[in-house]
């Protein structure tokens, strides 16, 4: 098992589990677990557009997660 | 002609104080679509683009797009093209709100202003009628009190306006022109207030009539409605709560933020700080939309702070959030959301502002300007009393502002050498604020672009971050955002759809909503009858874009101006998700040179000028 700290953004804060406050907490993963599995972990369904940044770096889905790993889910990019 | 379009402009001259009507032929309206196209063509044909732009003969182009008006999703937007004061080369800068819709409804798809007044004057347009009437009183006001003042004097309460406030009647080059008063929308880029202002010409005021086109085939256009309403709506759901400054959190974990003159490379809890969230939260009272528009990214906020603490006006939008925030390391939302109701009032570009501030509150840190030469201001970054000043001084020209009020590029001019190294330009316009070392395609975008460091003539970081996916522009779907492979053909396929968008008078955060070319060719013949697909519409958009760049190399523009400042080329950061990157802009010209048809120095060969049905002189 491993645990890693995630922080949801707008309007993927939706996907919250419970143990959340505000779209942020722990999340516990299988010690083989990818992006990708984290992403269905939070039953983020494959056809929502999102980007995970792993520690300040932009992950590939395949990415094997750490523990303690800092997991930013953003929805795709606005501004103006 | 097919669509009740009428294709009437005035073309009125401002020394004389005369006003003709002339009217652009349908083959101009399918070759160049109409707002920022046509003002092209026109511009192009009149070969009036060697005119000092603040001189009386230069030609202020004010076009609405093909569709604004019509019932067709966010057909809002007008242009103000010409030359620019700022750089020297094509100008355009589009705004949307209820103006243009009101402008068209008079029975005029534009005007074509040139001449000074002796005086300062204002146009006031009803149906099919037009009329020059004195501004003297009005000289000096902020562009509120000027919306305020004309609607009393012409008595009607749902009257719009477009106007200078007092930074485009001093041509501060950093000027641009207001429309709606208090509901501000802003034509902001590229000095274009500056042209007003040099013609003596406060403000364009109209009340709304009844001549707005009809569609020719409406129950065509309402089945394309409803299918696309619903999908932009739900997908644009973060822009209707929020506005567009409610992305900063997300473009700052991105590293696509400019932070501190675009040094840093992360500033997460200030981002936070000046969202668009902790804005509404904090001072939000409203939303609104521009004409026609379903997706409603206006926001309307209480002012906190400042002179005009109390008041309601519009909250800021991302790059005015960013510019006045992460740029210059302040994380006080209100001081953001008073500079924003400032540069509105004054008439002053918020995104060349905030750039000009930062530049100078680098000069500051290295000691290139001191406290003195600033009139014992201390330009510390994220100091915000220091901002507001300055953001006062440059829009009356006052102390240091006389100077800043120049830009970034003759501002870097007049302090010397070392601080050539702080200017974040490029032909002269300050830069959007989307970092091209976190989205490389924008570094194509930016060298490229016809205005300058425009980042709206691409977008094309919502496509390498799937926000518009690629592949609905036939385009491979994924892109390494540091990478280079793919982007030139990125870079020039969003080019050309964006053109189409200034020319047709729609709103570009229809890609938001995955707004397709083939989805806006069908609004198009639903509107005009004529049997356009989206290679014809992609045509018209390489077209309009060739012809621009036309302009431009006839006034000396070539490779050796696609450009990125030293700072974004070759100056990596460590922090953040976009750290270490840099972007491959030598590398990706090349081949996009290519895919344009355009010579090794950037200049529009004449087998492609022909492919496209344009002049080759
Ligand atoms: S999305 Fe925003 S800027 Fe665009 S037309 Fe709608 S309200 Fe105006």
């Known amino acids: 098992m491993k645990t890693v700290q995630v922080k949801l953004y707008l309007n993927l804060r939706k996907y919250a589990t419970p143990g959340m406050d505000n779209g942020q907490g722990p999340v516990s993963l299988k010690a083989g677990h990818t992006a990708k599995d984290l992403l269905a972990v939070l039953g983020i369904p494959p056809g929502e557009e999102c980007t995970l940044v792993v520690n300040s770096r932009i992950a590939g889905k395949d990415l094997l997660l750490k523990d303690g790993d800092q997991v930013a889910v953003l929805p795709p990019v606005s501004g103006g | 002609m097919t669509f009740s379009l009428r294709g009437k402009v005035l073309d009125i ?8 009507e002339i009217t652009i032929p349908e083959a101009d309206y399918r070759a160049f679509l109409g707002g920022s196209g046509v003002a092209a063509k026109w511009f192009y044909d009149t070969g009036k683009m060697q005119c000092s732009p603040l001189a009386p003969e230069a030609p202020l182009f004010v076009m609405t797009g093909l569709l604004t008006g019509v019932n067709v999703p966010t057909a809002c937007k007008a242009s103000f093209c010409g030359r620019s004061p700022a750089t020297g080369i094509w100008s355009e800068s589009t705004v949307g709100g209820r103006w243009p819709s009101a402008l068209r409804s008079c029975g005029f798809d534009g005007m074509i202003i040139s001449g000074c007044s002796a005086e300062p004057v204002y146009l006031y347009l009803c149906e099919d009628k037009v009329e020059l009437r004195e501004a003297g009183y009005l000289w000096g006001k902020d562009v509120y009190a000027t919306q305020e003042a004309i609607g009393e004097e012409v008595e009607d309460e749902n009257l719009r ?9 001093r041509q501060v080059l950093i000027a641009g022109i207001i429309i709606d008063g208090h509901d501000a929308r802003a034509a902001g880029r590229g000095g274009m207030g500056a042209v007003m202002g040099s013609k003596r010409l406060k403000a364009i005021a109209v009340s709304k009539g009844k001549k707005t086109p009809k569609p020719y085939d409406p129950d065509a256009l309402a089945r394309a409605r409803r299918e696309a309403v619903p999908r932009i709506r739900e997908k644009t759901r973060g822009l209707t709560d929020y506005g567009t400054a409610g992305g900063v959190p997300v473009v700052e974990k991105l590293g696509d933020l400019p932070i501190r003159n675009w040094t840093g490379g992360s500033w997460t809890e200030g981002a936070a700080r000046t969202s668009g969230q902790a804005i509404m939260e904090n001072v939000g009272v409203g939303h609104y939309a521009c004409y026609r528009c379903p997706i409603r990214c206006g926001k309307e906020v209480q002012v906190t702070k400042g002179p005009y603490a109390g008041t309601e006006a519009h909250g800021p939008e991302y790059e005015t959030a960013a510019g006045f925030g992460a740029h210059l390391l302040n994380d006080d939302l209100h001081t953001i959301v008073s500079a924003n109701d400032l540069c509105n009032r004054l008439g002053l570009d918020t995104m060349s502002t905030a750039s000009v501030i930062a530049f100078a509150m ?16 201390e330009l510390n970054w994220g100091n915000g009393e220091a901002i507001l000043v300055l953001v006062e001084q440059i829009g009356n020209r006052e102390g240091i502002g006389e100077i800043l009020s120049q830009g970034v590029r003759r501002a870097a001019a007049h302090f010397g050498p070392p601080a050539a190294e702080f200017a974040v330009e490029t032909k002269g316009l300050e830069y959007a604020f989307h970092d091209p070392r976190a989205f490389t395609s924008m570094a194509l975008v930016y060298a490229t672009g016809n205005r300058g460091a425009c980042h709206l003539e691409g977008l094309t970081y919502f496509s390498e971050n799937r926000a518009f996916p690629p592949e609905l522009m ?19 396929t969003m080019q050309d759809y964006m053109g189409t968008f200034n020319a047709l008078g729609l709103c570009k955060f229809l890609i938001r909503g995955h707004v397709t070319p083939g989805e806006v060719s069908d609004w198009v013949k ?5 049997a356009m697909d989206a290679p014809e519409l992609l045509t018209a958009g390489e077209r309009i874009f060739n012809l621009k760049r036309l302009i431009n190399t006839g006034l000396g523009i070539s490779r050796k101006d696609d450009m990125l400042p030293p700072r974004l080329l070759v100056h990596d950061r460590v922090e953040g998700a976009a750290g270490g990157s840099l972007p491959h802009l030598g590398k990706m010209l090349w081949e996009y040179y290519r895919l344009r048809g ?7 060969t004449a087998e492609r000028l022909e492919q496209l049905g344009l002049p080759n002189r």
């Open chain 2, 13 to 20: 001259d401002l020394t004389a104080g005369k006003a003709r």
């Open chain 2, 161 to 169: 306006v477009a106007a200078i406030g007092p930074a485009g009647e």
């Open chain 2, 362 to 377: 680098e000069l500051y840190e290295h000691g290139l300007i001191r406290a003195e030469d600033a009139g014992g201001l």
């Open chain 2, 474 to 492: 036939g385009l491979e779907p994924e892109y390494d955002p540091h990478g280079f492979q793919g982007k030139p053909l990125l870079a020039k």
């Open chain 2, 526 to 530: 639903a509107c005009t009858g004529w």
């Open chain 2, 598 to 604: 355009w010579s090794p120095e950037g200049i529009p």
